[in-house]
T-cell receptor, first 112, second 116 residues
């Protein structure tokens, strides 16, 4: 079975703190794809990153970075020097066949 | 360019009525997906269309739900005899390719359905 687990339901930090959102996945596929999406209060899901299973290089984009570890089936997301605008629900997802399988989401609140 | 658009943005209906939700994918995208987001169930896949292939309907929760995609572009999700448990945000997404080949799915703003 394919499954995505985001164990952190809610995280609250103060602006400028670093924060890591955890994502653990299960799949029997040898080739698979992982995604992170952001859902701000406006409601629209915004694509952040896509990784494939054969590329374990970590990625950095500005204040965002992603740590992909096949050995632990994890694809964690770190925001450095968080800002109030980062407040949103963040979803990790696994591509299974045609569809995305989402975790339950982590609500991040960044306080000024 | 224009993103995925959905209409209406909000729909309030009475239990037992039929509703139709519309999705306009990004121009040129061959794959189209419907998902549902509700408080108790999170984000759930409903159905996806890839080109001229038969749609993957494996996520539709009951036979009251159906969807079609006309001319490889616009899609309509129909819910017949709506129930209160159908209340949710219905999200549409599209991607350049689909199936086993992966491309990124881009989402529309959603339709919030409330069944009274």
């Amino acid at each position: 079975a394919q499954k995505v687990t985001q164990a952190q339901t809610e995280i609250s930090v103060v602006e400028k703190e670093d924060v890591t959102l955890d994502c653990v996945y299960e799949t029997r596929d040898t080739t698979y794809y992982l995604f992170w999406y952001k859902q701000p209060p406006s409601g629209e899901l915004v694509f952040l990153i896509r990784r494939n299973s054969f590329d374990e290089q970590n990625e950095i984009s500005g204040r965002y970075s992603w740590n992909f570890q096949k050995s632990t089936s994890s694809f964690n997301f770190t925001i450095t020097a968080s800002q109030v605008v980062d407040s949103a629900v963040y979803f990790c997802a696994l591509k299974g066949g045609g569809k995305l399988i989402f975790g339950q989401g982590t609500t991040l609140q960044v306080k000024p | 360019g224009a993103g995925v658009s959905q209409s209406p943005s909000n729909k309030v209906t009475e239990k037992g009525k039929d509703v139709e939700l519309r999705c306009d994918p990004i121009s040129g995208h061959t794959a189209l997906y419907w998902y549902r987001q509700s408080l108790g169930q999170g984000l759930e896949f409903l159905i996806y269309f890839q080109g001229n292939s038969a749609p993957d309907k494996s996520g539709l929760p009951s036979d009251r739900f159906s969807a079609e995609r006309t001319g490889g572009s616009v899609s309509t999700l129909t819910i017949q005899r709506t129930q209160q448990e159908d209340s949710a945000v219905y999200l549409c997404a599209s991607s350049l390719v689909g199936g086993q080949r992966t491309d990124t799915q881009y989402f529309g703003p959603g339709t919030r359905l409330t069944v009274l």
